[in-house]
Structures are given as C-alpha cells and as structure tokens.
C-alpha cells in the first residue's frame, strides 16, 4: 500500500528527489497518490507539475516499496477515532476491538469481497484491500490489472490501469532487483508483504467511508546474491471508499508512514529463512 491538503487530495507543487533510487517524492520522505489523469509518471517517485486529478495509486503502491527499501521512518496518521467521532482517549481499544462478525464469504479472484455495507465493512475492505495493493503479485501486470479491477471503482480502474503500467517501467524494476519483465531472478525470492496491524473510520456514510489501516510490510529480497535484504516498514494508508455494485471500493487513497515502534531485539534470520517463510505461511481475510 501514499501521503497539507486533505491527506492526499489537495493541489501541490513539484517537488524535488535526490539522487537515491529508493528515495520518496521530493525528498520528502512523504508520498500522496491522486485521481487518475493525463499525467505520466516516470515510476520512480519523480512526480512532476500535476493537477489534482493525477495517478489514484501509482505513486502509493510503487513508492509503499520504494520508501521500505529506504529505510523510512517518518510517522503520520490522524488522531479521529471509530466512526469519525474524535476520541479523548487515543489509546483505548474501541478502534481494533473485535466484533464477533464472521469474516466475508465471498471472494473475487483471491481478494475478499462482499462486505458488509456498514463501518465494519468498510474497515475490513480497507484491509483487505492494502494487503492486495501491497502484495508481489502487483508486480506482474497480468495480476496487478486483476488487483485494480477488484479493489477500485470501476470509474477509474481502465485509467489506472494504464498509468500503473507506465510506472512498473522495465528500469523501476530492475531497481527493485528484478528482471525487467517483473520476473524474479533465479535463486531469489522477491518479497512484498502489508500486513495490517488496525483499522479505524475517520468518516462514514451511506455510501462512502473514509479508513485508515495501520500496516506493517515486508519488502525486499530474499536470497545470498540479494543487494536489497528484506526489510521491515511501517505506515499508515488512508482509503477513500464508495459504495458500488453492491461493494466497498478505492476511490482514492493516501500513504503517510508510521507510526514506527522501536525496533526490538530480534537477530535477522538468514536470507534461506526468510523466503522459506513468504513461501510457506499464507496471509490472512481480515475482518472486523
């Protein structure tokens, strides 16, 4: 799973970049993503002059990657709670609490669908959904077109599409150390995984939602030639959701990073390790 405006939608100028390929917009160290326009991105976080209907989630998804490979760790996030009503309290447990709803039944392709049409619905879309947008499956174009088309509104998958595909340029992936055709090079692992560690609605309608989910992500690659080990991020995605065809869907959505923990004691586990275990542990439906 981008980053004053309302988190992601406002007008903004161009920003800068240093010279690090896996540095963030600007040198900011903070992303936005916008509606899909006419714009072309270049796929590597360079974002130039853009109006406010730019790319939805191109620069989020592709820059999710390229801030973990950073080593980024600057916080962001809001203070509102459940439901949009502002909390006195933003450690009590009223935001992750579990409800006793059974997760979803319905799936379209491999991502959860037929959520409930309430605030629990919306935040369990919202987390299923950044799994999705962060998995290494959006590196092939076949499955990341797949992705868009179940996770987004229809109004803007065919234009994010095509952007997407602009950005996964053969360079920006052969910077994230795969072939140019988004293949894994032979006797690596490539790993990109979000995994949500809450979710919470800032605002809610009848049909619309706004929600953030809180993630960790792994992001790298796992092998004894790997130049770019897996590492560990921390951030937190704002999605825009709307009610369409019976089902919540990405309008638009914001990344900001953080809330970042301290780093505990744990020794890295070898690179044979690490992709033994992307391999042989699935991820999770997530429910509210």
């Not at 987390?127 to 509104?153: C, P, W």
């Not at 988004?182 to 979710?199: A, D, E, N, W």
Request: proline share 5%; hydrophobic share 30%; net charge negative.
């Amino acid at each position: 799973m981008s980053q004053g405006d309302e988190r992601g939608y406002g007008g903004h100028g161009p920003g800068g970049r240093t010279d690090d390929a896996y540095s963030t917009l600007g040198g900011t160290r903070q992303t936005r993503t916008r509606l899909p326009g006419g714009d072309e991105g270049d796929g590597y976080g360079r974002r130039p002059a853009r109006n406010s209907r730019s790319l939805v989630m191109v620069v989020g998804v592709v820059v999710l990657l390229i801030a973990a490979i950073a080593f980024a760790n600057q916080g962001g996030g809001s203070t509102s709670g459940d439901g949009g009503e502002p909390k006195s309290d933003a450690a009590g447990a009223g935001p992750t609490a579990a409800t006793g709803t059974k997760p979803v039944q319905g799936k379209n392709g491999t991502i959860a669908s037929g959520f409930a049409h309430d605030e629990q619905g919306a935040q369990s879309a919202a987390a299923n959904y950044a799994v999705a947008l962060g998995s290494a499956e959006m590196f092939d174009k076949t499955k990341r077109d797949g992705i868009l088309q179940a996770t987004h509104d229809p109004a803007v998958v065919t234009t994010l599409q095509a952007d997407m595909t602009k950005a996964y340029s053969p360079g920006f992936l052969t910077n994230v150390g795969l072939n140019e055709d988004g293949s894994t090079p032979s006797g690596l692992t490539f790993v990109s995984r979000t995994i949500p560690v809450g979710t919470k609605a800032t605002s809610q309608g009848t049909d619309s939602a706004t929600v953030e989910v809180w993630c960790t992500g792994l992001v790298g690659m796992a092998g004894e030639r790997s130049t770019k080990p897996v590492t560990a991020t921390w951030f937190t995605i704002t999605e825009k959701l709307k009610w369409v065809g019976d089902d919540w869907k990405i309008e638009s959505s914001s990344q900001a990073e953080g809330p970042t923990p301290v780093n505990g004691d744990n020794r890295a586990s070898i690179a044979d390790d690490i992709a033994s275990a992307v391999e042989g542990y699935g991820g999770f439906t997530y429910a509210r």
